[in-house]
């Protein structure tokens, strides 16, 4: 009995080990793979997002993804591919954001956008951890292979495959795809038809115009589609959706099915096993949520099926907007390949997005590669301790030549406005390169203009738009700086200051209209002023600028002051005594930007500038009190612009190139017109001494400007004949008339003043009477001294919590 005891015990225990043998050797054969199963959606269709490769997706974890496997073999006439990669257990751990590192100077990380990967987590081999007996001894069905009824949280970072992750937006967003490429099932209305189905689309105020925010289906049923003609074989491998932009109503599609065809006509799903893939959508209005397609397929169309979406009750419409990714392939059918849009620049220059690091360095390489003709200074930092670097092209850099204009750009005032930043950097490398070349409308350009150019003046909201990257950035994410101020509504309102002074005041001899003091209030530690704003306003008081443009993104056109209305009206027309000049600078920069200037372009939102030549006055466009434009004028001689370069604001970086070659020109041209209108010299007539701080009057434009520490100025003028007054503090004024011709080049118009005779002056005194001294000006010193002293004092307790925080 002993004996058949212990036989029975070896054989059930043989069995057992057999058992988990089995166990262990089906464990090993699917290793790597993930599948979830959890209640499936009300309709009973399947929600399908299984990971399987081991690459890392190009998005931060912790963004909106999904994706779904395609296991079904291809039709004829379709071509999908499948990855050879090995398979990785993907658990939530793995799907938590890493925290950002405290100094954001030492991030050196790549613009987490389709043309780049990480690729951090392939070099790791999956760690097999051997599992205890107990483990082992669990029923089999934890791994039975069962019908996928999955639905994977989207918090959780999926893998993409090769080619997405390769494959760029085809352009619904950046109107690369024309609205002719777009169809629909149905639509409502005009406003809400297949054309306004584009990711980032911004809707106008009111539901109900040509302008709405998305692509909406007339009914309410899973019957819907968007389908967008790519116009040859492209390989699809990823959809972004997004909900509907709207400030009145709700609308998001919560899930949807993908179909493809090569004829528009015979129609193939994206599948998933045996049952058809359906995709995770929205669950809010503006986050992109990204699906990739885990088997890519060739096709010339694909169409957006939508599913489920916000009911609200019974009303609840079937809206998005989408883009697609993809690759396209030759095209043997196209005989004239010549006639395709070209996508390369003829300019070899560094054509992808750059992070800070990456910013530091090129721009450090272009100094090294000329550094006869530049100079890298820093005017500040950000809130996050990123220092605001210049880029400075002169044949003399670091110092003010008598006579020289000096010349700003400024880009990344919002940070998710990216093309501003990369085509500053492409014009940094490309005048140093034509310098270089002898290219002689640069050598013009260096030695007569003093350039500053500014690419990133809010650093800490370009990281993080950076790090979401292309397409999955949104509308506003990095647009606001750390502390979540809107620095284009965040220099003091002069504007403000200047019609109440004529409104309260009946002499208008004692009105000014040039260099107004900045506000009591603005100057204080407690004033809601960001770092950046203060570190650029200092910058202003350091170097006369004279001509000045902001590079924005998100529109084609551009924007001249006042950029605020008078009475606060949400748009009007609000001009400049210099409003010809402006117009004229306007222009220059739109007619020779290649798409602002073409006639059959689509309007990018809610607005058509074709119908103003793609020129506008800010203030009636839309009400901006705060801006930099405006505090340009009123506070310093500079004139200022805004010029908004792109339907995207961040673009893809396979669109950089085109991009450039849109702006080249432009960027050249607008530069010029700094030596557009009068300069000159005014000096004291005994001693030639240079006169600062004097007053330059030009009859019938109510502003004025004022010389520089020399003596020197430049006023922007109009071809014409004007006559031109001067005056200063202990000199008699003097008049002249000049004349400004049509060339490239100003007049020159020097004044000598003579000091008030001594006999008036002991006069004067013996009459009990004053010299009037400038208040305004003085006024003016004595505002920014206390703005330089609070803003020190800020800088100075932030830097020590940095220790302190450091320490511990």
Excluded at 151 to 172: E, I
Excluded at 581 to 608: E, G, I
Aim: proline residues 5%.
């Amino acid at each position: 009995m002993s004996v058949c005891g212990v036989t029975g015990v070896s054989a059930e225990f043989t069995d057992t080990m057999a058992e988990v043998l089995l166990f262990t050797l089906l464990l090993f054969l699917h290793h790597g793979s993930l599948i979830l199963v959890s209640s499936g959606p009300a309709d009973d269709s399947v929600t399908s997002t299984v990971a399987s490769p081991s690459t890392v997706t190009p998005f931060s974890a912790g963004n909106t993804v999904s994706a779904a496997n395609n296991t079904e073999d291809p039709p004829t006439g379709f071509t999908t591919d499948k990855p050879q990669t090995s398979s990785k257990h993907v658990t939530e751990a793995t799907a938590e954001r890493k925290a950002p590192r405290p100094e954001a100077e030492e991030e050196d990380e790549g613009p987490l956008e389709f043309a780049r990967r990480s690729t951090r987590s392939v070099a790791k081999k999956p760690k097999v951890v051997p599992r205890k007996p107990r483990v082992l001894s669990e029923k089999p069905k934890v791994v039975r292979k069962t019908e996928p009824q999955v639905k994977l949280s989207v918090s959780q970072s999926v893998a993409g495959t090769d080619a997405a992750s390769q494959c760029p937006p085809l352009g619904l967003e950046s109107l690369k795809v024309r609205d002719t490429q777009l169809r629909a099932s149905s639509f409502k209305r005009r406003g809400l038809g297949p054309h306004r189905g584009r990711l980032n689309i911004q809707s106008g105020v009111e539901d109900g115009d040509i302008y709405d925010g998305g692509w909406c289906a007339q009914y309410r049923d899973k019957n819907q589609w968007l389908e967008v003609d790519a116009r040859r074989p492209t390989r699809f491998t990823g959809i972004i959706l997004q909900g509907r932009s709207s400030i009145w109503s709700w609308n998001v599609v919560h899930t949807y099915k993908v179909q493809f065809s090569n004829d528009s006509l015979v129609w193939k799903p994206s599948m998933n096993g045996t049952k058809e893939a359906v995709f995770e959508g929205n669950e809010d209005l503006e986050t992109p949520v990204l699906a990739l397609f885990n088997t890519s397929t060739v096709a010339r169309y694909i169409r957006i099926n939508p599913q489920t979406w916000y009911q609200n009750g019974t009303q609840g419409d079937v809206c998005l907007r989408a883009e697609v990714l993809g690759c396209t392939l030759p095209d043997p059918n196209n005989i004239y390949a010549w006639q395709t849009e070209p996508s390369e620049s003829r300019d070899k220059l560094d054509f992808r997005h750059h992070n800070y690091k990456e910013m530091r360095k090129l721009m450090k390489s272009v100094h090294e590669s000329c550094p006869d003709i530049t100079r890298i200074y820093s005017i500040g930092k950000s809130y996050g301790g990123l220092k605001l670097y210049v880029m400075e092209i002169s044949d003399n850099p670091g110092k003010h030549e008598l006579g020289e204009p000096e010349f700003r750009y400024v880009a990344g005032m919002h940070g998710n406005e990216v093309l501003g930043r990369e085509l500053l950097l492409n014009l940094m490398q490309h005048m140093c390169e034509e310098y270089k070349r002898g290219d002689q409308r640069i050598v013009r350009l260096v030695k007569e203009t003093r350039i500053h150019l500014l690419p990133s003046m809010n650093p800490d909201g370009h990281e993080t738009a950076f790090k979401k990257g292309s397409e999955l950035a949104g509308w506003a994410v990095g647009r606001y700086s750390y502390e979540g101020i809107d620095m284009n509504h965040n220099f003091a309102d002069l504007n403000s200051e200047m019609w109440n002074a004529i409104e309260l005041e009946t002499d208008r001899s004692k009105l000014i209209n040039h260099y107004f003091p900045i506000p009591e209030a603005y100057t204080s530690e407690q004033a809601y002023v960001a770092s950046e704003t203060r570190a650029v306003i200092d910058w202003m008081q350091h170097i006369p600028f004279v001509l000045s443009a902001n590079l924005h993104g998100g529109e084609l056109v551009v924007a001249y002051p006042f950029d605020m209305t008078r009475d606060w009206a949400p748009r009007e027309h609000t001009p400049t005594p210099d409003e010809s000049f402006f117009r004229w600078l306007a222009t220059v920069y739109a007619s020779t930007n290649q798409v602002m200037s073409n006639p059959d372009r689509r309007p990018c939102h809610n607005k058509d500038f074709l119908r103003y030549n793609n020129i506008i006055n800010g203030a009636d466009w839309h009400n901006v009190p705060g801006s930099m434009n405006d505090f340009s004028y009123l506070h310093t001689n500079c004139f200022e612009v805004t010029v908004e370069l792109s339907c995207d604001k961040f673009p893809h970086a396979s669109e950089l190139p085109i991009e450039w070659e849109n702006n080249r020109e432009s960027l050249l041209v607008y530069m010029e017109q700094v030596h557009r209108g009068i300069k000159g010299v005014i000096r004291d007539k005994d001693t030639e001494a240079g006169i600062a701080d004097a007053v330059i009057k030009v009859d019938d434009i109510d502003h004025h400007i004022r010389s520089v520490a020399d003596g020197d100025y430049w006023r922007l003028l109009n071809p014409g004949e004007y006559k031109v007054t001067v005056s200063a503090e202990g000199y008699l004024r003097s008049s002249r008339t000049c004349r400004v011709m049509y060339d490239h080049y100003p007049t020159i118009c020097d004044f000598r003043l003579t000091k008030i005779p001594e006999q008036r002056l002991k006069l004067i005194i013996g009459k009990g009477g004053k010299l009037s001294g400038d208040l305004q000006l003085k006024l003016r010193q004595l505002r920014l001294r206390k703005l330089r002293v609070t803003t020190k004092a800020i800088n100075q307790r932030r830097a020590a919590a940095a220790k302190r925080a450091k320490r511990v």
